[in-house]
């Protein structure tokens, strides 16, 4: 017989007396816990970069033995005491007395030489990668802090400026360290920390008192952080007590705003260099939010990230000193802002920290692959940096052909007067020849390149010689005063040119006095001006 037929579900009920079991749900499958991969230690995270600015800062110091206009002033004023320092303030670079002042203290302790000179900005830019590596490190973890450090030691213009003898790698520093304290105040507020924040804001303004444009970017982070009155409070009589401190130096160098005279106007070049590295910066915090660590930090209301801290110092000061450079007084070079790279390198970090701990392998593998392959990307440009050619001009290089050139010539001329830092930086050089268009040293004088006599006086001290030694740019251009015309006239009337040498931006040029003409009239005298000179009758 067949089976009796079953209804349908009759196979799946459970037999008489037993408990139905529950239905099975079956749901998607979790992901696995992600694994955090344990950073550096602080003091690693600290040491790593701050070793390789050291590394990269000594390589190369001297540039071939050469030294460019800006850091003979610093080597020539240093030279001087600390009175004829403060004389010299009164009349110029007011704006660097400080650094002035220290770079003395650093001949007098370790004797004048380009490792002196150099080596305090060494040291200024590690210290500010090292900060600039545990401030990263607060906000996004050690492996981004790590990052920040490794990517700020790489940058050329920090390497740019961690070799020269200006105070430009202290304001970096200064600016560093006061970010640092910033985060650690809205931290955990405490009234020790605020007041060094007020300490190394007005340090770094006596520095360079562009470093003040730190405060507006400040100032943008505890916007974004939405913080509390409290700590705006806090900020603010903090930031103003480093203003009021900074401002009689701010006063005094308005005085001498002739000195930024030199300025031009800010290229397209230049803002599309801004606007690359504002977008560098926004496009790392875009692929990349900045993690906070494991316990996010406050401040006052909401929560204080990497991108808060970062992408106002990267931009703020910038663009506010371009805005003041357009619309009032061109003002804007690379170096009077050079902190805000500051910022970019904290973006860059958190974004190659994330990256790193992505890998299935350990993130120092990745990170130390990094290192090495921005290194030698950048080889042709750091070796760029470490060559003479890296400025301007080189003070140093006229003066071998000066010392072989003034048996011949028994005065000697600049073109314009501020190329007479060759002599002062090399005096050795210049035993021997008469500085006739001289009135009055530097250091009597209290600038940095002395006052030269009326032009009249030039051109008939001129005239008197048989052979002249002149030094000027290697690119000489029209004179812009009437005593660099006066030289130039008499140069080219009444001597003639027996030998040019260029060296590294400087040309040297031995003239000789041409044969007297026959004339019916008596020469000039010192009692009457030269005919064709400013005040000549005509």
Same mark, same amino acid.
């Given at each position: 017989?067949?089976?009796?037929?079953?209804?349908?579900?009759?196979?799946?009920?459970?037999?008489?007396?037993?408990?139905?079991?529950?239905?099975?749900?079956?749901?998607?499958?979790?992901?696995?816990?992600?694994?955090?991969?344990?950073?550096?230690?602080?003091?690693?995270?600290?040491?790593?970069?701050?070793?390789?600015?050291?590394?990269?800062?000594?390589?190369?110091?001297?540039?071939?033995?050469?030294?460019?206009?800006?850091?003979?002033?610093?080597?020539?004023?240093?030279?001087?005491?600390?009175?004829?320092?403060?004389?010299?303030?009164?009349?110029?670079?007011?704006?660097?007395?400080?650094?002035?002042?220290?770079?003395?203290?650093?001949?007098?302790?370790?004797?004048?030489?380009?490792?002196?000179?150099?080596?305090?900005?060494?040291?200024?830019?590690?210290?500010?990668?090292?900060?600039?590596?545990?401030?990263?490190?607060?906000?996004?973890?050690?492996?981004?802090?790590?990052?920040?450090?490794?990517?700020?030691?790489?940058?050329?213009?920090?390497?740019?400026?961690?070799?020269?003898?200006?105070?430009?790698?202290?304001?970096?520093?200064?600016?560093?360290?006061?970010?640092?304290?910033?985060?650690?105040?809205?931290?955990?507020?405490?009234?020790?920390?605020?007041?060094?924040?007020?300490?190394?804001? *007005?340090? !770094? #303004? @006596?520095?360079?008192?562009?470093?003040?444009?730190?405060?507006?970017?400040? $100032? =943008?982070?505890? %916007? +974004? /952080?939405?913080?509390?009155?409290?700590?705006?409070?806090?900020?603010?009589?903090?930031?103003?007590?480093?203003?009021?401190?900074?401002?009689?130096?701010?006063?005094?160098?308005?005085?001498?705003?002739?000195?930024?005279?030199?300025?031009?106007?800010?290229?397209?070049?230049?803002?599309?260099?801004?606007?690359?590295?504002?977008?560098?910066?926004?496009?790392?915090?875009?692929?990349?939010?900045?993690?906070?660590?494991?316990?996010?930090?406050?401040?006052?209301?909401?929560?204080?990230?990497?991108?808060?801290?970062?992408?106002?110092?990267?931009?703020?000061?910038?663009?506010?000193?371009?805005?003041?450079?357009?619309?009032?007084?061109?003002?804007?070079?690379?170096?009077?802002?050079?902190?805000?790279?500051?910022?970019?390198?904290?973006?860059?970090?958190? *974004?190659? !920290? #994330? @990256?790193?701990?992505?890998?299935?392998?350990?993130?120092?593998?990745?990170? $130390? =692959?990094?290192? %090495? +392959? /921005?290194?030698?990307?950048?080889?042709?440009?750091?070796?760029?940096?470490?060559?003479?050619?890296?400025?301007?001009?080189?003070?140093?290089?006229?003066?071998?052909?000066?010392?072989?050139?003034?048996?011949?010539?028994?005065?000697?001329?600049?073109?314009?007067?501020?190329?007479?830092?060759?002599?002062?930086?090399?005096?050795?050089?210049?035993?021997?020849?008469?500085?006739?268009?001289?009135?009055?040293?530097?250091?009597?004088?209290?600038?940095?390149?002395?006052?030269?006599?009326?032009?009249?006086?030039?051109?008939?001290?001129?005239?008197?010689?048989?052979?002249?030694?002149?030094?000027?740019?290697?690119?000489?251009?029209?004179?812009?005063?009437?005593?660099?015309?006066?030289?130039?006239?008499?140069?080219?009337?009444?001597?003639?040119?027996?030998?040019?040498?260029?060296?590294?931006?400087?040309?040297?040029?031995?003239?000789?006095?041409?044969?007297?003409?026959?004339?019916?009239?008596?020469?000039?005298?010192?009692?009457?001006?030269?005919?064709?000179?400013?005040?000549?009758?005509?």
């Amino acid at each position: 017989m067949p089976p009796p037929l079953m209804s349908p579900g009759t196979l799946l009920d459970p037999p008489s007396g037993t408990t139905p079991r529950p239905p099975v749900v079956l749901r998607p499958s979790a992901p696995p816990p992600r694994i955090t991969r344990p950073g550096p230690s602080r003091a690693l995270t600290a040491a790593v970069p701050a070793g390789l600015v050291l590394t990269l800062g000594l390589w190369g110091i001297t540039r071939q033995d050469s030294m460019w206009r800006d850091e003979a002033a610093t080597w020539q004023v240093a030279h001087r005491s600390l009175p004829d320092i403060w004389h010299l303030l009164g009349h110029a670079d007011v704006v660097h007395g400080l650094y002035y002042a220290l770079m003395h203290m650093m001949f007098e302790v370790f004797g004048d030489s380009l490792l002196t000179l150099r080596t305090p900005s060494v040291l200024a830019m590690a210290a500010a990668a090292s900060i600039a590596a545990d401030l990263g490190a607060r906000l996004a973890g050690r492996w981004s802090g790590l990052g920040a450090g490794l990517a700020l030691a790489l940058l050329p213009t920090f390497q740019t400026y961690a070799q020269e003898g200006r105070p430009y790698a202290m304001v970096t520093a200064a600016v560093a360290l006061a970010s640092w304290l910033l985060v650690a105040a809205m931290s955990r507020p405490c009234t020790g920390t605020w007041s060094a924040y007020a300490v190394v804001v *007005l340090l !770094g #303004a @006596l520095l360079n008192w562009f470093s003040l444009l730190v405060l507006p970017a400040h $100032a =943008a982070t505890l %916007a +974004l /952080a939405r913080s509390h009155r409290a700590t705006w409070a806090r900020w603010l009589l903090a930031a103003s007590t480093a203003v009021v401190g900074a401002l009689p130096l701010v006063l005094a160098s308005q005085v001498q705003s002739r000195q930024v005279s030199w300025i031009q106007p800010t290229t397209p070049g230049a803002m599309y260099a801004i606007a690359a590295t504002i977008l560098a910066g926004g496009g790392c915090a875009l692929l990349r939010r900045a993690r906070e660590p494991a316990g996010p930090i406050p401040a006052a209301a909401g929560k204080l990230t990497l991108a808060a801290v970062a992408v106002p110092l990267c931009a703020v000061p910038q663009v506010m000193l371009l805005v003041v450079s357009l619309t009032w007084q061109p003002l804007y070079v690379g170096r009077y802002v050079l902190f805000a790279h500051i910022g970019l390198a904290l973006l860059l970090g958190a *974004l190659i !920290g #994330a @990256l790193a701990t992505s890998l299935p392998v350990r993130p120092e593998v990745p990170l $130390a =692959a990094v290192t %090495a +392959l /921005a290194f030698l990307a950048l080889l042709p440009v750091e070796q760029h940096i470490r060559s003479p050619s890296s400025r301007v001009d080189d003070v140093l290089a006229a003066a071998i052909p000066v010392d072989a050139a003034r048996g011949q010539g028994g005065a000697v001329v600049f073109i314009p007067s501020a190329r007479r830092d060759t002599a002062l930086v090399t005096p050795g050089a210049f035993h021997g020849l008469r500085d006739i268009a001289l009135a009055q040293s530097p250091v009597e004088s209290g600038t940095l390149h002395g006052i030269e006599t009326d032009p009249d006086t030039t051109a008939r001290a001129m005239l008197r010689e048989r052979h002249i030694i002149l030094i000027s740019d290697a690119e000489t251009g029209l004179a812009h005063n009437a005593r660099d015309r006066a030289k130039q006239r008499v140069l080219h009337e009444h001597f003639a040119r027996l030998t040019t040498t260029i060296r590294r931006g400087r040309s040297i040029t031995l003239y000789e006095r041409n044969a007297p003409r026959v004339t019916t009239s008596p020469p000039p005298t010192d009692r009457e001006p030269i005919r064709g000179w400013p005040g000549a009758p005509r």
